[in-house]
């Protein structure tokens, strides 16, 4: 499986978005693979916007999760939360 | 585009002529003085290839289609003035100082728009060679400075009444194949490690100005220009490490003199010549472009103040002071306040006849004019809350010495589970962002305060303002549809 990480330009971010992708890939299977720049094979991309603005360019047609500061999918949650839920989400799909 | 390493071998290539404190320097790349400043424009170039930062980074040109660092793009939209905005404060938190890029890139933008006006009206070929350069730029990823300050002399008189005709930069001589130039641009933020530099006129002129009327580019290391390096406060330090508060990027951007001793410009890198009538669009273009970074780029800064600061307030035991969290919030307000307003000149953009677009320029005005009040004021209450030792603190050799090392540590240490070398760092970065040179800048850099002042007040249509006043009051006027 391909998972596209796709950031924001990260002009003042409120979390560490960083640190959130490096969460996730710690809780992710081994065999999972990334792409930062080309997401056309991509299964999934997941959006790190670092505020709620959500200013990040989403990749058309594709399955995403969006993480946009301290939410996911508009709802709110700690920040050392939040690679837990990104995986629930990763993991329902 | 080329990455950070590759900017820096590219400048290995130059064969700029460099003078600092009384010598010439033939490695600018590896000079001490210089060096901080490189390791500063080269991250811009590294950006755009770092996922974390490219959708700021890297932007689409509307001249090839190709990919490009954000630093030679052309606005095509309101969109690219907000990015442009984000990009400037992201680099600002990674840097803590200036990286110079900017100028170059507004410069670029203002020629490219006028050169547009003055073919329309003359029926010149200014636009055409404007466009040649961005791509030779874009394509080259090339590092451009902004000349626009001339050194103006006596600034009661204009360029043809000065005693000394070179104190604004004019043609010479004119050629079949070109234009011998003369003159100098002060103040060259990033000169020393540019590739190009972009000349523009500097103040409005008249028609006995028209051979001071003139914009052109030169490769830095032409033969007739010669660049003399500006001294910053405590740059000694720049031979040390740890007294230099900010060591891998220094304060602010390294300026310098750029002098133009009767050097040659081919027609094809001419934008602008004796059209006098045009010289204050121009310099007005540029003005604005430059005003809306203002609180972008020093808002990155500032947040690093910011954080330093707050770090400060921890290691000495204070954060829960209701006074300290006060100012803190006094900091944070004006940051934002800054930085919104460069947004806002960025939404409120629009689009130029070549196509390009422009800041707004009342908040474009106002985001300069508060950084010239703000920033002091922030760096006021950073010294407030840091307390006095930043101004007394002993230097790193003395730390490094066996015998007065361990009790500088003892007796300069704040909050018990902080080392005190930590608080000594955080000083240092404190008292060298703060001082001297890096204020000036904020007062003078993009235009001195009442340069803003005079823009605010034209732009700010009194009489329908009046009108609106004498609207509300019944007093005879035309009333308002």
């Not at chain 2, 290691?315 to 944070?332: F, L, P, Q, R, W």
Request: aromatic share 8%.
């Amino acid at each position: 499986m391909k998972i596209g990480i796709k950031y924001c330009g990260g002009c003042n971010p409120v979390i560490n978005r960083k640190r959130l992708v490096k969460q996730v890939m710690q809780q992710l299977p081994d065999d999972v693979s990334y792409e930062y720049f080309d997401f056309n094979d991509c299964d999934v991309v997941l959006v790190v916007n670092g505020c709620s603005i959500a200013c990040a360019e989403v990749p058309s047609g594709k399955d995403i999760i969006m993480v946009a500061g301290p939410t996911i999918d508009g709802w709110e949650y700690p920040e050392d939360k939040l690679a837990d839920k990104v995986i629930e989400k990763w993991s329902a799909r | 585009m080329k990455t950070g390493q590759e900017y820096i071998d590219s400048l290995r290539q130059l064969k700029t002529e460099l003078y600092f404190m009384g010598e010439r320097i033939e490695n600018i790349v590896d000079n001490p003085y210089i060096r901080p400043h490189i390791n500063t424009a080269a991250l811009t170039y590294d950006m755009a290839f770092d996922p974390e930062f490219m959708d700021l980074a890297v932007a689409t040109s509307n001249l090839t289609g190709e990919k490009i660092n954000r630093f030679t793009h052309i606005q095509q939209s309101k969109d690219d003035m907000v990015k442009k905005s984000k990009f400037l404060r992201a680099i600002g938190q990674k840097t803590g100082t200036c990286f110079q890029r900017c100028v170059g890139w507004d410069a670029m933008n203002s020629v490219y728009s006028v050169s547009f006006e003055i073919d329309k009206k003359y029926g010149t070929n200014y636009h055409a060679r404007a466009c040649d350069y961005v791509k030779y730029i874009q394509q080259n990823d090339l590092m451009v400075v902004g000349g626009m300050t001339d050194p103006k002399g006596d600034r009661g008189l204009p360029p043809h009444k000065q005693p000394d005709p070179d104190l604004f930069v004019h043609v010479v001589e004119t050629r079949e194949d070109g234009i011998i130039v003369r003159g100098a641009k002060a103040h060259q933020t990033g000169a020393a490690n540019s590739h190009e530099i972009l000349v523009m006129p500097t103040v409005a002129m008249k028609p006995e100005d028209k051979e001071y009327a003139v914009s052109f580019a030169l490769p830095l290391d032409t033969p007739g220009v010669m660049l003399i390096f500006g001294r910053q406060t405590n740059d000694e330090r720049k031979l040390g490490t740890l007294d230099q508060g900010n060591p891998t990027y220094g304060v602010v951007g390294g300026e310098a003199l750029v002098v133009f001793n009767d050097a040659f410009v081919p027609w094809e890198r001419v934008f602008m010549f004796g059209e006098t009538e045009f010289v204050g669009m121009m310099v007005e273009r540029f003005a604005t472009y430059h005003r809306q970074n203002y609180g972008a780029c020093k808002a990155g800064v500032i947040d690093v103040l910011i954080g330093a600061t707050a770090l400060m307030a921890d290691y000495n035991g204070v954060t829960k002071a209701s006074h300290i969290k006060d100012k803190i919030i006094e900091m944070v307000l004006m940051n934002e306040t800054m930085h919104a307003s460069s947004l806002a000149a960025g939404y409120e953009s629009r689009a130029l006849p070549a196509g390009n677009y422009y800041p707004h320029t009342t908040y474009a005005n106002i985001t300069k004019q508060n950084i010239t009040r703000y920033h002091y004021e922030i760096c006021r209450l950073a010294h407030d809350i840091t307390g006095g030792f930043i101004a007394t603190l002993p230097s790193e050799k003395d730390l490094e010495d066996p015998v007065t090392g361990p009790i500088i540590k003892k007796y300069f240490q704040g909050n018990a589970n902080v080392p005190a070398m930590d608080r000594i760092k955080m000083g240092r970065l404190i008292e060298n962002a703060t001082g001297g040179t890096s204020l000036v800048e904020s007062m003078h850099g993009a235009g001195s305060p009442q340069a803003q002042r005079v823009m605010l007040l034209r732009d700010a249509n009194l009489e329908r303002l009046k009108e609106l006043a004498k609207n509300v009051c019944g007093i005879d006027c035309e009333k308002e549809e």
